[in-house]
């Protein structure tokens, strides 16, 4: 199996996790490379389901080794408390490397994140207040801390001195909140140095190393191509790079050793927080009506779209071929692993969006314009389902009933892209693979 990228084509919670636990034994190394605990990536453990915030989701395999490349950035506390959940339900995270390069999330760019989103008001991003946005900006700034200046208690000291100096008038008289001492952070943050001190390391050279000896690498990306701080809805996304691109930054691993990248695309999609989302089919709740309102609750309740990290109800829409192009473009998508197709069993039609309307104006590819975005009315093909057949034991492509078949190589020929692997359940044998 060739290096892979592996990346969610949407806005997020197109099932990563889930496939890249499925291929996982097909590589040495799976490694994350961008983001933080904001990603929240499930698969399944035995008859649990385990929610992976930071460990990559190549976890679960004892051949291959977890990495955290240097463009994630680490809340340790969290990071210690995944491990320990892993480690009680008998995964060891033994084999985990974590780069020293990766920037760490300081408690005061938690605090940030959630009082700059109230400053925004009704504009807010929605963000999952995990201090995402505030420790990439100290990264940008070159103000960060990393994870490699925890090994040297003077060294850490200083920098969080350095920090506060400017952190704590920030968080104080503007925000009125309350500040930090040195002694605080140095006590909380001190003993995770020294218990993820064996498991750091110069990952780029691992990798690099690896490649060298024959050995594949599987970039597990996090959030989604609309997400991307470059190519998504900007300033609706994270603070990011969870396009393909992003695995080379984010490792140190040049992009000629990357050769198949696979998008993740669910068979709808959702979106959590704010911005513009073209086939969003609003809930009641939201001032939806109509049939759209009941067939965004019908997919909400289906799919069970409620965020792993924040547990917030997802928004809902129907698949939407313009932003799928525009992700095989911005990705160079060589194929798609279609996730949650058994929950359009539940519809007696299904709409795909093939293209936009905006003042008059048809937008097949993706608009230039972010306010064209927000207003452009999707222009649906409707297609015949497969209301009530339980697809989700069908273990061939062939054992598909034939509308759904027909619902599959439709969205190929609309986007340009092959369907690697057909996913009907959130378990490793719900999957068909197609090529993969
Ligand atoms: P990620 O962030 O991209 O890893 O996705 P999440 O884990 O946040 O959300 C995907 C959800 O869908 C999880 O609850 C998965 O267990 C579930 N899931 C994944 N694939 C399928 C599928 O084919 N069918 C169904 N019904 N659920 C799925
Ligand atoms: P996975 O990896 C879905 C969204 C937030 C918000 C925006 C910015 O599970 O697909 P941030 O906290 O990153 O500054 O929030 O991005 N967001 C996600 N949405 N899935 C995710 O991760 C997300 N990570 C961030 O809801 O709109
Ligand atoms: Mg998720």
Redesign the pocket.
């Known amino acids: 199996m060739p290096s892979t990228v592996l990346v ?1 084509a949407q ?3 197109e099932g ?1 996790g889930k496939i890249t636990d499925l291929i996982a034994s097909d590589f040495d190394y799976v490694v994350r490379f961008q ?1 933080g605990n ?4 499930t698969v399944i453990h035995g008859d649990k389901k385990l929610a992976l915030h930071l460990m990559p989701s190549g976890v679960m395999y004892e051949n291959a080794v977890p990495v955290i490349g240097n463009g994630v950035i680490i809340d340790p506390g969290v990071l210690v408390k995944e491990m320990a959940m892993l480690e009680a339900e008998g995964i060891s995270c033994k084999r985990l490397k974590i780069s020293c390069d990766a920037h760490v999330i300081m408690p005061y760019h938690k605090d940030l994140d959630g009082a700059d989103e109230k400053r925004l008001g009704s504009n807010q ?4 207040k ?1 201090g ?2 505030p420790c990439y900006q100290d990264k940008a700034a070159r103000k960060g801390i990393r994870i490699q200046d925890l090994l040297d208690e003077k060294i850490f000291r200083l920098k969080v001195e350095t920090a506060l100096a400017q952190k704590n008038p920030i968080l104080e008289k503007i925000y009125g909140l309350h500040t930090y001492t040195v002694e605080e952070i140095c006590d909380e943050y001190l003993p995770y140095a020294r218990i993820l001190k064996p498991y750091m390391e110069e990952t780029a050279q691992l990798l690099n190393r690896a490649l060298r000896e024959g050995k594949n690498i599987l970039f597990e990306g ?3 191509t609309l ?1 991307d701080i470059d190519h998504g809805t900007y300033p ?4 990011s790079s969870c396009c393909a691109g992003g695995a080379a930054t984010g490792t140190g691993v040049g992009p000629v050793n990357i050769n198949r990248v696979l998008g993740i695309q669910k068979a709808y999609v959702t979106r ?4 513009p989302f073209p086939t969003e089919l609003t809930f009641p709740e939201d001032g939806g009506t109509g049939q759209d309102a009941v067939d965004g609750e019908t997919l909400c309740s289906v799919g069970h779209e409620f965020g ?2 924040t547990g917030r109800k997802r928004r809902c829409g129907w698949f939407d071929a313009v932003i799928a192009r525009y992700a095989a473009e911005v990705n160079g998508l060589t194929d798609v692993a279609l996730t949650k197709l058994d929950v359009l069993s539940a519809f007696d039609t299904i709409k795909v969006c093939v293209a936009y309307e905006c003042d008059g104006k048809r937008y097949d590819y993706f608009p230039m314009q972010q306010s064209v975005l927000f207003h452009a009315k999707p222009i649906y093909e409707e297609l015949p389902g497969w209301k009530d057949v339980d697809i989700t034991q069908c273990k061939t492509y062939g054992e598909l009933p034939e509308n759904t078949r027909k619902y599959v190589e439709y969205l190929e020929e609309i986007t340009g892209v092959p369907m690697s692997i057909v996913s009907v359940g959130p378990d490793r044998d719900q999957t068909i693979m197609r090529g993969w």
């Open positions: 969610g806005w997020g919670d990563k983001g904001n990603a929240g990536h991003i929605g963000t999952t995990r995402i946005g996090a959030q989604g997400l609706y996304v994270t603070s959590v927080g704010g911005g792993v990290t």
